[in-house]
């Protein structure tokens, strides 16, 4: 692999003005010093006697920031301001030369650092799709592939992942919480964080909001649906939700539609395509929909101690504990801070 070697440049402006001296100026400034004649200055810069005349107009005397002197039998002469400004910039041209060559040191030494990524399998989330950015800052790499909470949750019961992201009902729907995070509970090594809480719900055209206002005006006549894919948090959180008020999901037109994002299922509602669907509230806001909440979540990473390690552990907590993490989850609609950040067991309860 080839070295990068710096290249840095100085920008040489008059004081009060926004006249900036053309990087060019400085080698003819040179020839002209070495020269005291304007066509040998030419010929040492590499560049024709119209071309230099033109360059040095609007630096010559008696112009305000004269850099050059130019006498017809006298030749060419630098002003005391051009002989300051030439010795100015040889001097600071050698000390940036030797700074540059530090910084490429120091440059090279941290490209040749190895880079430790984190696979993370996580459900889909507006929010999630951003932690990166923040971990990032922490010096916490991620790579995040989106499936549902099962797969997630498996993918790191098997060690294909260090971290998984999925979320649980908060509430009367317990039994699905406690089924969905089984496989992690016989685990030792596992720690669970809670990143936020989220609203799901029906996600509504607005001219339709009369005609539907719970799960089951959606089995009424001519209410188009559109779902979640099968194997999906959410899927599953709405499917709970239709089996607790025993409604039967053969009755709904749009059942075995199905998207694959929040995001998505909004758009489709948006698109006029569908009436309604079952999504986060931030994704409704995000299209200017209506919205009718159902059910609460607890958005969660768990993580495998053994795959993800204290350091790793403790720059992911920084990261949520940052003021501006916490300031993109307070703004967002439908999203709220949980009460602590911390890593704890996993409870089958």
């Known amino acids: 692999m080839k070295r990068w070697i710096p290249s840095p440049q100085i920008h040489w402006r008059a004081e009060g003005t ?36 033109a360059l040095l107009q609007p630096w010559v005397v008696p112009l305000p920031n004269a850099l050059v002197k130019l006498q017809r039998g006298e030749g060419a002469k630098l002003t005391n301001p051009g002989v300051a400004l030439l010795q100015s910039h040889r001097l600071l041209s050698e000390r940036l030369a030797v700074t540059a060559q530090s910084w490429l040191g120091e440059t090279e030494a941290v490209a040749e650092a190895p880079t430790i990524r984190h696979e993370c399998v996580a459900s889909h989330d507006l ?16 790579d995040i592939t989106f499936r549902g909470s099962g797969e997630a949750i498996a993918a790191l019961a098997e060690g294909r992942a260090a971290l998984a992201g999925f979320h649980v009902p908060i509430g009367a729907l317990g039994a699905l919480r406690r089924q969905m995070i089984a496989p992690l509970v016989p685990l030792r ?20 909001k009369r005609l539907i206002l719970s799960l089951a005006d959606l089995a009424k006549r001519d209410i188009r649906f559109v779902n979640r894919q099968r194997g999906s948090g959410t899927r599953q959180v709405f499917d709970a939700l239709l089996a607790a008020a025993r409604i039967d999901p053969r009755r709904i037109d749009g059942y075995a539609r199905e998207e694959f994002t929040h995001a998505a299922v909004a758009a489709t509602v948006a698109a006029g395509s569908a009436d309604a669907g079952f999504g986060i509230a931030a994704a409704a806001a995000q299209f200017d929909l209506a919205f009718v909440p159902l059910a609460r979540e607890s958005y969660a990473v768990a993580l495998r101690r053994d795959l993800f390690d204290v350091s790793a552990e403790h720059s992911l907590l920084q990261a949520l504990r940052a003021p501006a993490w916490r300031a993109l989850v307070t703004a967002t609609t439908g999203y709220a801070l949980p009460s602590r950040v911390s890593a704890s067991p996993i409870r089958a309860n």
């Not at 900036?20 to 560049?47: C, F, K, Q, W, Y």
Request: net charge positive; glycine share 6%.
């Open 18 to 53: 926004r006249a900036e001296v053309d990087p060019r100026l400085l080698s003819l400034l040179t020839g002209i010093a070495a020269h005291g004649a304007l066509a040998e200055a030419a010929n040492d810069a590499g560049m024709s006697y119209r071309h230099a005349w």
């Open 127 to 142: 929010l999630i799709v951003r932690l990166p950015e923040f971990t990032r800052s922490q010096g916490l790499e991620l």
């Open 189 to 208: 090594d596992v720690r669970v964080v809670r990143l936020f809480m989220r609203t799901q719900g029906l996600i509504v055209r607005a001219a339709s």
